[in-house]
């Protein structure tokens, strides 16, 4: 939705094409050499932050609803979105909770109407994705005020449910560490075992065996290493690593189990 | 629904009660003694074998939704069901696939509306759960002719997506393995590290290290030893061991690495 037009059409006949009462909202990890942060939305109409999310069409699957809705909010796009819960529990969606009614008019001319297409109980389902914090450069949408990384640790208070859904995806995401391989939108195309083994430390929240995970990939074939290190110093010259894409898109399909 | 009158009411006036679009779809998967299991229920008015699975009510959480289902469906209750995916393809839940309107008119009497608050895309919410196929009988409730386990290797064509449902949900099972403590319901209260091992390889679908899992599972507290030994022969008594009910419950909720 890019204009006023767009977002009254949304609210009176929306129903022709998007699903009733089923949405999708994102969470996108960020990560750059260490740190982990989460990309929020301000909606203009809504009052406190939330995940970029919106309403999913008929003619779409519940995969392309996600990119295409967090492509729209936030500019992102070519993530590897994975599903990981949906939700809803009775009241979750209120939107009485965040949604600012007056400042929704003062800004757009448009009256409410109370009984409307997107009235009642809403579920939504949760994708999660991790992307590079430094090539992923958020843009606000034409709804929204600001679009911004925010680190894991010191986040917002979040509208509706959404707490509990990055909660969620943080966990699932865990999870997923140990299942698929990930790095390769995250890490220089050569790195380091240092780097990957900061990399899992940081997506996992907690130190880490210190080779576990790199041997493991080692072992797997995800990774291997080149005829080529890294000159830092004197007597520090760390070997270079590179993933063998074969394994790495097989992998993601199929699953693995690391560690 | 236990009478024609109330399935009549559910066609006509559903809405009131149920949210329109939205079901839940459960695999469960049955244990015992090395055999693994899928419970499958015949819809009178549907041609093919599906998922037990039914509409969720505007007042219940999803997780409700999928005990209530369950137990109408097929007589089962207390079982220990997780959300694994939700499945929304356009088109997933056409009725014309697998629905026998005619046979619906012979049974029922009742002449389908075209345009109903059931037309429309259809998401469904899929969970699973592992129950012991001895101590659960399973029940056919008044909709389907029939209710049986039938064996993962050899499962009839199936309605709908739910052939994806059921590979999808044997995928999350088999990570979940690693995550989450199992085997109080599938196992005696006594029982040997050989058990153990079956279980883990019945349900993981592969051979596996022969001490891995139940070696992680005494260091982890989930399991532990007993003074005791069954005594099946001159040579042979292995020992008994237990689950540790607090750690297990606490490892349920928050998770843990297994091998």
Not at 34 to 43: D, M, P, Q, S, T
Request: hydrophobic share 40%; aromatic share 12%; charged share 25%.
């Amino acid at each position: 939705m890019e204009s006023l037009a767009e977002i009254q059409e949304f609210f009176d006949k929306g129903y022709v094409h998007y699903r009733p009462n089923l949405t999708v909202d994102c969470a996108i990890f960020g990560y750059h050499e260490g740190e982990l942060k989460l990309l929020l939305v301000k909606n203009k109409m809504i009052t406190k932050w939330c995940l970029p999310g919106g309403f999913v069409q008929k003619v779409e699957s519940l995969d392309e609803a996600a990119a295409r809705i967090t492509l729209w909010r936030t500019g992102i796009g070519n993530l590897f979105l994975k599903q990981f819960k949906t939700f809803g529990n009775p009241g979750r969606n209120n939107p009485r909770d965040a949604f600012d009614e007056e400042r929704f008019y003062q800004l757009t001319g448009i009256e409410l109407k109370k009984d409307t297409w997107l009235t009642g109980e809403r579920v939504s389902v949760g994708f999660y994705a991790i992307t590079d914090i430094v090539t992923a450069q958020p843009t606000a949408d034409f709804v929204s005020s600001e679009c911004a990384w925010f680190s894991i640790d010191d986040l917002p208070e979040l509208g509706f449910d959404h707490s509990e859904m990055v909660r969620d995806a943080l966990f699932a995401m865990r999870i997923d560490l140990y299942h698929f391989p990930i790095g390769k939108n995250l890490l220089q195309p050569k790195f380091t075992l240092k780097e990957v083994k900061l990399l899992y430390e940081v997506l996992s929240g907690k130190k880490l065996n210190p080779t576990n995970f790199p041997n493991k990939l080692i072992s797997l074939g995800i990774i291997s290493r080149l005829d080529e290190k890294r000159n830092i110093g004197a007597h520090r010259s760390p070997t270079y690593y590179q993933f063998n894409d074969e394994v790495y898109e097989k992998a993601l399909i199929e699953g693995l189990v690391l560690v």
